[in-house]
C-alpha cells in the first residue's frame, strides 16, 4: 500500500490521558499536514511539515497538542491530558510540490469518555 | 488568511439530475482549488482540481468552473447516480508555503 497510512485508525482513552497518533505519509512527499474534523465539518487545519520543519501552527491548537516529523518522514501528534471536546477524527495529509493533489489518510478516530 | 464558504450545506436530487455546489474564498492569492469526495468512516479523496489560470475543467460527469474576478468556484455533477452519494468538500490554496483552507462541506444525496 503505497498511501498514506495512520494508526491507530480508533482510540478511545480517558479524559485526562496523553495519546499519540502516527501518519506515515507517501514516500516523497515533502508536505504533511494534521487536520482535526469533527461530525458535519470540514477538515480544520491544525499544523504543517515542510520535511522536518513545521512551517505553521493553528491558533487554534493549544500548547496541550504538539506534532513532530523528526526525519522528514513519518509525523506524530501528541495530544496531552485529553479533554471530551477533543473528540474527533484526526487526518494526516500529504503531497509533493505546491500546488498538486493532497492524499488523505484514513483518519484516527479519537473518542476521550 | 484565506476563508471559504460553501453552498449548500445539504443537497438532495433524483438520481439522473444534475448537482451543483458553490465556493466562494477570500484570498485573491489563491491559485489552486481541489474539490474533494468523503465517504463515511474515510478520508476525503480528490475527484478534481482546477487552477487560477483556467475557467473550467470537465472530467466525465464532474465539472469545476472558476470565476477569479468573483471569486468563487462550482462543482457539477450531471447524471447523478446513487455511488455519488458522499460529503463533498472545495478547497482553496494560496500557494507558497500557505495552507489548503476547506469549505464546511456539502452532504450530497442522490435518491434512486
Known amino acids: 500500500d503505497t498511501g498514506v497510512s495512520q494508526d491507530p485508525r480508533h482510540k478511545i482513552t480517558k479524559r485526562g490521558q496523553n495519546v499519540t497518533f502516527r501518519c506515515d505519509p507517501i514516500s516523497e512527499h515533502n508536505r504533511l499536514y494534521w487536520y482535526r474534523q469533527t461530525l458535519g465539518q470540514g477538515p480544520e487545519f491544525l499544523t504543517y511539515?515542510?520535511?522536518?520543519?513545521?512551517?505553521?501552527k493553528s491558533r487554534l491548537l493549544s500548547d496541550r497538542f504538539s506534532a513532530e516529523r523528526p526525519k522528514g518522514s513519518f509525523s506524530t501528534l501528541e495530544i496531552q491530558r485529553t479533554e471530551q471536546g477533543d473528540s474527533a477524527m484526526y487526518l494526516c495529509?500529504?503531497?509533493?510540490?505546491?500546488?498538486?493533489?493532497?492524499?488523505f489518510g484514513q483518519g484516527t478516530r479519537l473518542t476521550v469518555v | 488568511g484565506e476563508n471559504v464558504e460553501q453552498h449548500p450545506s445539504t443537497l438532495s436530487v433524483q438520481e439522473g439530475d444534475s448537482a451543483v455546489i458553490k465556493c466562494t474564498y477570500s484570498?485573491?492569492?489563491?491559485?489552486?482549488f481541489p474539490w474533494y469526495k468523503q465517504e463515511l468512516g474515510k478520508g476525503p479523496q480528490l475527484i478534481i482540481d482546477i487552477r487560477s489560470n483556467v475557467g473550467e475543467k470537465k472530467d466525465q460527469r464532474i465539472a469545476v468552473t472558476l470565476n477569479k474576478t468573483a471569486k468563487h468556484f462550482s462543482l457539477h455533477i450531471t447524471e447523478t447516480q446513487p455511488e455519488d452519494s458522499a460529503v463533498y468538500f472545495c478547497a482553496a490554496n494560496p500557494g507558497g508555503y500557505q495552507k489548503v483552507t476547506f469549505g464546511t462541506g456539502t452532504k450530497l444525496q442522490v435518491i434512486p
Open positions: 484570498d485573491s492569492a489563491s491559485n489552486y
Open positions: 511539515f515542510q520535511n522536518e520543519a513545521q512551517l505553521e
Open positions: 495529509a500529504s503531497h509533493k510540490e505546491l500546488n498538486t493533489e493532497a492524499f
